[in-house]
């Protein structure tokens, strides 16, 4: 069975900081992304990393503020936020997929909401 678990979502003071994660099994995948829905609004794509040589890509809203990593041994994949302000404010979710070049996702997670108080 594969699944992406999310965790680490929760309430946040505006300026501070918060780390997520997306544990993942039942299959390997290519990348690992993280995407943002905020209320009202479109899901949205954040960033995403390559499981074999950690590259990353971002989108230009989240760059510098934003961090994905991973850990090769617990399967997991990270999101660092820093600086974080009320537009923040939503669910995060992680996805995986077979292919780097494709913008395609094969598997999603449950999400974790974050809100961040102003």
């Known amino acids: 069975q594969v699944q992406l678990v999310e965790s680490g979502g929760g309430l946040v003071q505006a300026g501070g900081s918060l780390r997520l994660s997306c544990a993942t099994s039942g299959r390997w995948f290519s990348k690992l992304g993280w995407f943002r829905q905020a209320p009202g609004k479109e899901r949205e794509f954040v960033g995403r990393i390559k499981w074999t040589s950690g590259d990353t890509i971002y989108a230009d809203s989240f760059k510098g503020r934003f961090t994905i990593s991973r850990d090769t041994a617990k399967n997991t994949v990270y999101l660092q936020m820093n600086s974080l302000n009320a537009e923040d404010t939503g669910v995060y979710y992680c996805?995986?997929?077979?292919?780097?070049?494709?913008?395609?996702?094969?598997?999603w997670g449950q999400g974790t909401q974050v809100t961040v108080s102003s």
């Open positions: 996805a995986g997929g077979s292919s780097w070049s494709s913008t395609s996702w094969d598997y």
